[in-house]
């Protein structure tokens, strides 16, 4: 079962364009929404991540925006260059339970920046 | 300070053959989790351990396993290799296993079953 929608599947973009990938989620449980860039041959890192309780977080090029009602949130990123080209995906987790740590991820945003 | 390790890089098995992946934590995290990426879709959760103990399991079949030892690395074992569990198997390390602890992933283990 796919809790965490993500699209668009692939994403192509000139520098200094501003991609936007977005997520939604279904279970209310989750609070925490993070979201990891990945290279080809590289682990996931973590981005950026943000809480239910805020409806927008920047972190230098890279800001999510979340709307809680909707149960939706997107990654931006300003002035995209092409070392941005990676794979990114959202993630979710909830607290309590037998959930802990666990990370529910998209199916990911394949995104190439064009020089 | 050194990253999530795994070893090996590579793998390639037959089917009904075992495997065993290893990953060692960063220094000072206590929690370790798998997670199984099959190509072109995001990571699945395998397992959280957290001081030795089994936190969280996903929804994998039994014949995936796995332990934390005492200085905090951790194996993931699968027996009875079906084609299907050809995919790169990610360990994750945090400090703690609370759901906002940050999990830094290794570079992964490339398992293909032929």
């Known amino acids: 079962q796919q809790q965490v929608k993500q699209s668009p599947q692939s994403l192509i973009v000139q520098k200094g364009g501003i991609p936007i990938i977005n997520c939604a989620y279904e279970n209310t449980a989750f609070d925490y929404f993070p979201w990891y860039q990945q290279f080809p041959g590289k682990g996931p890192a973590l981005l950026i991540a943000?809480?239910?309780?805020?409806s927008e977080k920047k972190e230098g090029r890279f800001t999510i925006s979340f709307n809680k009602s909707a149960k939706q949130f997107s990654l931006h990123i300003m002035d995209s260059q092409p070392g941005d080209s990676a794979t990114y995906f959202c993630?979710?987790?909830?607290?309590?339970?037998?959930?802990?740590?666990?990370?529910?991820f998209g199916q990911g945003t394949i995104l190439t920046v064009h020089p | 300070d050194a990253g999530v390790t795994q070893s090996p890089t590579h793998l390639i098995k037959t089917r009904g053959q075992q495997v065993t992946l290893r990953c060692s934590p960063i220094s000072g995290h206590k929690s370790v989790s798998w997670y199984q990426q099959v190509l072109g879709q995001g990571p699945q959760f395998i397992f959280q351990y957290y001081e030795k103990e089994e936190r969280g399991r996903g929804n994998f079949p039994d014949r995936f396993s796995a332990r934390q030892f005492p200085n905090y690395s951790s194996e993931l074992n699968v027996n009875a290799l079906l084609l299907g569990d050809s995919a790169l198997y990610l360990c994750a390390s945090s400090r703690l296993a609370g759901a906002t602890d940050t999990q830094y992933f290794g570079p992964g283990t490339r398992l293909t079953v032929l």
């Open positions: 993630a979710a987790s909830m607290k309590g339970g037998t959930s802990y740590g666990k990370l529910t």
């Open positions: 943000i809480r239910p309780d805020v």
